[in-house]
């Protein structure tokens, strides 16, 4: 390709930012990718502060057709790219408008990327909005240019247009240019520094940037200190932290002590609590009494007072999560005892959090007789999700710092001003590639802490816990915690586990292991090279103190770790090889997906499995002398702690973290391949595109480890969620967690589902495997919507499904004015969600994550589409593996499982009193079978109707217009 001639430039920008001479730069592109996608619009602004100079757009030939997608999604047409040079006709008027301006985009890397593959890489100075936003406002909830020319108020009427988005991003720009001059000169300063050290784009700007004359003053710094929190000597500071008054935010409560006497709950009050007229119905804003919820909140009460165990099923509507914690909060305030709450989703831990508790407290202080109850409650969250300050300062010092976590740590300044609590949950993160240095920076790994003074988050989170009559936690955190012996959330008598059909799902995670072949090149990367570990003891050693005896120890031992790097990453490569040509042979996975390889005891006796463990043999060996020379080093270096070493607590954290990795890697490459658990499932996955190795690891049944180490350890535990039975029985789910010898209490709705919901089971639909299903259920999703208006959503159990139905609906409904958000090709979840509920004229397709923790009550969905029973894949390892337990494992197996995560998709359905709508389930099976009425009569007691495919319109428009 020709490479347009460009003169040099130089890359600093020597006045003040206001005063420089800048060009807003966009494109719109026919794709994704530079290498083979193309340019069809560049637009640009020439502009000074709020002057704009000039401005330049084109549309530009990319010589192909262009998607119906990108039509839409930039509203240019085929006929005006047809009509337009191509992008080697005018790159020379682009770098003519641009000449020595500095260059500004959102997401400017994307835009530079396709220049330098049409030849054209422009030498200028430059600054990325992205970058800007992300680091100046670490909370907002969105990134995008549409987000913040919105939050800025600046002018956006026609977004993906390359002269418009042009033009918002100088607006966005200039108005982050004053929030950044805005900053105090201290902090200004320190971000500086830290692109200077990183390379990082904003360099220019925060070096020739002059703070505003009405700017703060300077913050004081953040130090490290010792037990007794003084200042260490010799440890740098940083500017723009008050550690005092974080120390002052951070500061909790006194453990709870528990009663030596336990008083009971009073049945009778929580009963009368929950009665329309009671001073708790009046201050809880509409207010409904449901005999369901009474009758759970006596049994859950009634558990916690005798003990034991207690399982509930509560179907929508019944509001269980009132129902447990009123008996749970009286209890534990009245006897300073703590209850961890426990429950699957993030949306459901902030509304107890952030909703039901404080409901609960203002309800109760209506209620005479528990106006004296003083209940303290929070979140407790894993390791990973809070900051360590000691890798935070730790990182910010290092030598060696990439432009990623330049931007992480300059980010995270600016939040550690107010943040409460150092959860990144505050933070807006954004994509993987921006979130990885958060990794260095969290408390993950931080079991061996050698830091007792100071702020610490992970420690007050702990404290604040301790202090706490009810703990929220999760299903991740709580079987982690209990893998690891119990070191985060503190000693508790009662357990409630809401959505308790997860709980299995989460212990297989959790108590087993995922190793993925990357995991290795990471550990060992973070070792080596010039910014890793090894090197970085080595620099701060040398700016230490030390007698030389000390810095020789030093010096050798990081030289011998080094050169034990190289032979283990061939080691480790030659032996991921051998599993790839073990497992993923031609023809024995499929290529058209990743591949999921179960690796069993006849897959062992295998001759070619011999192979493979002499190169686990030869990698183990270079593991365990790695592991040695990092214990030495660790050795060595603790010795140093008296030699005004700089960022020595820092360096032990790395060390300690590393050498615990480098002992875990190792353990579990040693169980999949050689030592593998009596009762353990091993498999390996293959991405399809990267072709990178899995190795997996879950225990056959969690069931008995779940009632040893954790509902045997409890007074009371309960277990309930809106779907837990199969068949009227809770048998399945109490056999697979367990949770035997419990007592148990099957609630119904209050809705009236015969009058609002009605379940249409096509009995003339196509089997699944008929080469026309697909085409029927395209036809079917298109003709539900047409009928509803839009306000359908068609679950799916395959990705591969739901493309071909998007595909084939989408210019047919466009027609109709109704539009198709198909999960994986026009959003996010959360992105397609949020434009169903503002656009309800659509038609939403989903898999797995739309089948339950949606929300969609009121007018919003009137239509739920099942493509077919959602059985497991028979050849998913675990799945399969546990299937072999039973004599007949598809009746007593996958038929309960399939019916929960029906019950679980229809639940979309029907949300308030007032939701009324249609659901149809295209899977021929359920009529045709003879487990077919075991789905029926496990879903609510709905009006059904075993209709003709032709019909479903008119049962449509008839059942909604009654």
Not at 474 to 494: C, Q, R
Request: glycine share 8%.
């Amino acid at each position: 390709m020709d490479t347009v001639s460009q003169p040099r430039m130089d890359l600093t920008i020597r006045t003040d930012p206001f005063d420089e001479t800048w060009v807003a730069l966009d494109l719109e592109t026919t794709g994704l990718a530079p290498e083979k996608d193309k340019i069809i619009e560049i637009g640009a602004v020439k502009f000074r502060t709020d002057e704009v100079l000039d401005t330049f757009q084109t549309f530009v030939n990319p010589e192909r057709r262009l998607s119906e997608f990108i039509t839409d999604y930039t509203g240019i047409r085929q006929s005006d790219v047809d009509a337009a040079p191509p992008f080697n006709q005018v790159s020379g008027e682009l770098l003519a408008f641009i000449g020595a301006s500095s260059l500004v985009g959102h997401n400017l890397e994307f835009d530079l990327g396709f220049l330098r593959a049409n030849g054209v890489s422009p030498p200028n100075a430059t600054c990325d909005t992205w970058d800007l936003a992300y680091v100046l406002r670490p909370k907002l909830g969105a990134y995008t240019l549409g987000s913040l020319a919105n939050r800025f108020g600046a002018r956006h009427d026609r977004p993906h247009r390359a002269v418009d988005d042009a033009d918002a991003t100088r607006e966005v720009f200039v108005a982050l240019l004053k929030e950044l001059a805005s900053l105090d000169g201290d902090t200004l300063a320190e971000m500086a520094r830290l692109a200077e050290r990183s390379g990082w784009r904003l360099r220019p700007v925060l070096q020739s940037i002059k703070p505003a004359a009405a700017s703060r003053p300077a913050r004081p710094k953040i130090t490290d200190f010792d037990k007794d929190g003084r200042k260490i000597a010799g440890e740098p500071g940083v500017s723009g932290i008050d550690v005092k008054a974080m120390a002052s935010r951070l500061a909790r409560g006194r453990p709870i002590r528990p009663n030596a006497v336990v008083e009971p709950v009073g049945v009778d009050l929580v009963e009368s609590v929950l009665k329309a007229g009671s001073g708790f119905s009046e201050a809880i804003a509409r207010f409904e009494e449901r005999d369901e919820q009474v009758e759970m909140a006596r049994a859950v009460a009634e558990t916690l007072n005798e003990g034991g165990r207690l399982v509930v099923e509560a179907g929508t509507g019944v509001g269980k999560s009132m129902a447990y914690l009123l008996p749970a909060a009286i209890y534990a305030a009245q006897n300073n005892r703590r209850v961890v709450v426990s429950t699957n989703t993030i949306n459901l831990q902030e509304q107890l959090v952030g909703k039901d508790l404080p409901m609960l407290v203002e309800g109760l202080a209506k209620v005479p007789e528990a106006a004296g109850i003083d209940l303290k409650y929070t979140q407790l969250k894993g390791r990973a999700n809070y900051m360590c300050l000691r890798k935070w300062q730790h990182l910010r010092n290092a030598d060696g710092i990439a432009e990623p976590e330049a931007r992480m740590v300059a980010k995270t300044l600016m939040w550690l001003r107010e943040t409460e609590t150092g959860d990144r949950t505050e933070l807006n993160l954004g994509h993987r590639a921006a979130a990885a240095p958060w990794d260095r920076l969290s408390a993950q790994g931080a079991q061996e802490c050698m830091h007792t003074g100071g702020p610490c988050f992970l420690r007050a989170a702990r404290e604040k816990a301790a202090a706490s009559h009810v703990v929220v936690v999760n299903h991740a955190l709580l079987l982690s915690d209990l893998a690891m012996g119990g070191t985060v959330i503190p000693e508790y008598d009662v357990l409630i586990v809401d959505e308790a059909h997860h709980l299995e799902d989460e212990a297989t995670r959790q108590l087993g292991f995922a190793l993925p072949q990357s995991a290795f090149d990471e550990h060992l990367t973070r070792l080596g090279g010039d910014r890793g570990v090894f090197n970085e003891a080595v620099s701060i050693v040398r700016k230490s103190s030390a007698d030389e005896l000390q810095r020789k120890a030093v010096e050798e031992g990081t030289t011998k770790a080094n050169k034990q790097i190289a032979p283990l990453r061939e080691a480790l490569a030659r032996l991921f090889s051998g599993v790839d040509a073990t497992l993923f042979a031609d023809g024995q996975s499929r290529r058209d997906r990743n591949s999921d390889v179960r690796v069993s005891k006849a897959t062992r006796a295998q001759p070619g499995w011999s192979d493979l463990e002499i190169l686990w043999h030869n990698a183990d060996l270079l593991l365990a002398d790695l592991g040695s020379s990092l214990e030495a080093l660790h050795r060595a270096v603790s010795g140093l702690d008296g030699a005004d070493l700089p960022g020595y607590e820092g360096i032990m954290t790395e060390l300690t973290e590393t050498s615990q990795s480098n002992g875990m890697l190792r353990h579990r490459l040693a169980e999949f391949v050689a030592n593998p658990e009596e009762d353990g499932i091993y498999w390996a996955t293959r991405a399809l595109q990267s072709r990178d190795i899995e190795l997996h690891a879950a225990p056959l049944h969690v069931g008995e480890t779940l009632d040893k180490t954790l509902y045997s350890t409890k007074e009371s535990v309960v277990l309930t969620s809106a779907t837990l039975s199969a068949n009227g029985t809770f048998d399945h789910l109490t056999e697979r967690v367990g949770f035997q010898e419990s007592r148990e209490l099957l609630l119904g709705s209050p809705f009236d589902y015969e009058h609002a919901a009605l379940l249409c089971t096509p009995r003339d639909m196509h089997q699944p495997s008929s080469p026309d299903y697909q085409e029927a259920v395209n036809d079917a999703v298109a003709q539900a919507a047409i009928a509803a208006g839009g306000r359908t959503m068609a679950l799916f159990t395959s990705h591969a499904a739901l493309r071909a139905c998007a595909s084939s609906i989408r210019s047919y409904l466009r027609t109709r004015g109704l539009s198709v958000l198909a999960q994986g090709v026009d959003g996010t979840p959360q992105q397609l969600v949020g434009r169903f509920v503002r656009q309800p004229e659509s038609v939403l397709l989903g898999t797995s994550s739309f089948w339950e923790g949606v929300d969609l009550a009121g007018n919003v969905l009137r239509v739920l589409l099942v493509a077919r029973l959602p059985f497991n894949v028979p050849t998913e390892p675990v799945f399969a593996a546990r299937s072999e337990l039973y004599e007949n494992p598809f009746t007593q197996y996958s038929v309960p499982q399939a019916i929960l995560r029906l019950r679980q998709g229809f639940g979309r359905l029907i949300r308030t009193r007032s939701d009324r709508g249609v659901a149809i389930i295209l899977d021929q099976r359920i009529v045709s079978k003879r487990y077919g009425r075991e789905f029926i009569s496990s879903l609510p007691p709905v009006t059904s109707n075993a209709c003709l495919l032709e019909d479903i319109p008119s049962e449509i428009e008839r059942w909604l217009d009654r």
